[in-house]
């Protein structure tokens, strides 16, 4: 008898264990194709059963942004949202919200969704980067779902359970600033800073102000460290006035040098992990 409740006693801890360690059974995993355009990374969406292209962009706080222009097509009705500071597309045209009947991406499908308009502003990102979309898929959807990007394999999953990855090296935290994801305690030279992690980015890009007398538009190579890792991606200079005021940041982690990993999100613990590809070429990593 004491063999038996012994016996039983093993067999509940391993079962709570087991538990404790696996993904949760009811955990819902969704996936999406992408795909590098200019460095940018799109994913077909569908919007009221209409296929379309769509931006996926951390480093937009938005959940589901859409153009002016289709959202006249769809016949979307727009009101206006009050905001306590505007984002500098809405310092001329103010930031309107509506509802859309669906939303699909990949396998995920969602009714009666809230969607986000600036007039002319993904009109204008497409003409300043010589690509037609319509969608802009931000941080305030993905943020919701532990994500596991694979640039090098071309697909997007997000669930509401964490993805396991027993091969990454190099990990950190993140914090959410005015609704994106920042990496804060970033060295550069002797410098300590923020940056925004944006696969919305084509490139890395640097504050004019720590980028030492190079000018903008100018590519430079810089020794970053987060924590005790240490990363050299290319950089452009710019004047990132724009995050600086938003989002506490002086740089950006752009597409070019995220292309090298698979991204694993945790947002629960609020870290992000990456995960070496093969083919890495970007920047060195090293502890």
């Known amino acids: 008898m004491l063999l038996l409740r012994v016996c039983r006693t093993v067999l ?15 955990a819902e995993v969704y996936s999406a194709a992408v795909q590098l355009s200019s460095n940018l990374l799109f ?58 009947k669906s939303f699909g991406m990949g396998d995920f499908e969602a009714k009666n969704v809230a969607v986000e308009v600036t007039r002319d502003h993904i009109e204008k990102i497409g003409a ?65 800073t923020n940056f925004l992690f944006d696969t919305g980015a084509p490139m890395c890009n640097i504050d004019v102000s720590i980028a030492h007398f190079e000018l903008p538009g100018a590519t430079v190579s810089k020794v970053i460290r987060i924590n005790q890792l240490s990363f050299e991606p290319i950089f452009r200079v710019m004047d990132l006035d724009v995050i600086r005021q938003s989002a506490n940041c002086k740089g950006i982690l752009g597409n070019n040098f995220l292309a090298d990993y698979t991204v694993f999100i945790n947002r629960a613990q609020k870290t ?9 070429t970007a920047g060195t990593a090293q502890e």
Not at 57 to 67: A, L, M, T
Not at 141 to 165: E, R
């Open 12 to 26: 509940t801890g391993m079962l709570l264990l087991c538990a404790c360690t696996a993904r949760p059974q009811s």
């Open 43 to 100: 994913a077909r969406v569908t919007i009221n059963d209409r296929p379309m292209l769509a931006l996926v962009d951390f480093g937009s706080s938005h959940s589901i942004e859409i153009s002016s222009s289709m959202a006249v097509r769809l016949g979307v009705a727009l009101n206006n949202v009050p905001v306590k500071t505007p984002a500098p597309e809405n310092e001329r045209f103010p930031l309107q919200a509506g509802r859309i």
């Open 128 to 192: 300043r980067m010589n690509t037609s979309f319509d969608v802009i898929v931000g941080w305030g959807f993905f943020s919701k779902f532990d994500v596991l990007l694979d640039y090098k394999n071309s697909f997007l999953q997000f669930s509401n359970a964490p993805f396991p990855c027993h091969a990454c090296t190099y990990q950190f935290g993140y914090a959410v600033k005015n609704g994106v994801p920042v990496i804060e305690g970033v060295h550069v030279d002797t410098m300590k």
């Open 272 to 280: 992000i992990s990456l995960k070496e590809n093969d083919n890495r």
